[in-house]
């Protein structure tokens, strides 16, 4: 009598593109668009639909260095926000934080920072189409960001004269402040986060993370 041998079901292969939800989060098995060919002017007019994950430009390149904000942090962003409108930057000087907006750099990149910082002469710079470079960005950073790809947005920020960097990382409740690509301040819990020489707006991680 033949033995019946139970064959173990072959792992069902994602297609490039296809999403799937895991705690809430839509991911893919690969972003959709990464190493779409496209002109700069293509790409700023471009309105993909969200999938899950923030594309960049680089060189005529769309690349995908992270996923879009998650709903978790909208909070963090909260907390930003509302300590940011305090400021005199703010009160006086009509500027403003805008999440995930286009950074065109000089290097020859379009760069969307979790969170950036505009003036107002910027503001108005970008109504008549020009493309202003932030003086101080924010980025939150998840474990699935590659080092390297955060070491070189570095060298592309500070290369487009961006004054101030924050990595802010939620799972470790720390942030890493830049004002230089070697000069770095770990913060965590009560130490004071400076964007100086940006703007004067100091938050501590308790604040960030509350």
Same mark, same amino acid.
């Given at each position: 009598?033949? &033995?019946?041998?139970?064959r173990t079901p072959r792992?069902?292969?994602?297609? @490039? ?7 809430? %989060? %839509? ?5 959709? *668009?990464?190493? =779409? ?5 293509? !790409? ?16 005529? @390149? ?6 879009? #904000?998650?709903? &978790? ?5 909260? $907390? @930003? ?15 403003? =934080? *805008?999440?995930? &907006?286009?950074?065109?750099? =000089?290097?020859?990149? %379009? ?6 910082? +505009? ?16 003086? +101080?960005? #924010?980025?939150?950073?998840?474990? $699935? ?12 920020? +500070? ?5 101030? %960097?924050?990595?802010?990382?939620? $799972? =470790?409740?720390?942030? $890493? ?23 004067? !707006? &100091? ?5 960030? !993370?509350?």
């Amino acid at each position: 009598m033949a &033995t019946l041998v139970k064959r173990t079901p072959r792992p069902q292969v994602v297609p @490039i593109g296809e999403p799937r939800i895991r705690n809430g %989060v %839509v991911r893919l098995y690969r972003p959709k *668009y990464d190493g =779409l060919k496209m002109s700069l002017q293509d !790409f700023l007019d471009w309105e993909p639909k969200p999938d899950g994950w923030k594309y960049e430009w680089n060189n005529g @390149i769309v690349e995908v260095n992270e996923e879009s #904000m998650k709903n &978790t942090e909208r909070k963090m962003v909260r $907390n @930003i926000s509302r300590a940011f409108i305090k400021t005199m930057a703010f009160e006086q000087f009509d500027a403003e =934080l *805008y999440p995930e &907006t286009d950074c065109v750099l =000089l290097s020859g990149q %379009v760069r969307r920072p979790d969170i950036a910082y +505009f003036t107002r002469e910027q503001i108005e710079a970008s109504a008549r189409n020009e493309q202003p470079v932030p003086a +101080f960005v #924010m980025e939150l950073i998840s474990p $699935n960001d590659k080092a390297y790809k955060l070491e070189q947005k570095l060298d592309e920020y +500070f290369a487009a004269s961006v004054a101030c %960097v924050w990595y802010i990382y939620p $799972n =470790l409740k720390q942030v $890493n402040v830049y004002t230089s690509r070697t000069a770095v301040k770990i913060c965590l819990d009560k130490t004071p986060c400076s964007a100086a020489p940006a703007l004067d !707006f &100091t938050m501590t991680p308790n604040e960030i !993370f509350a």
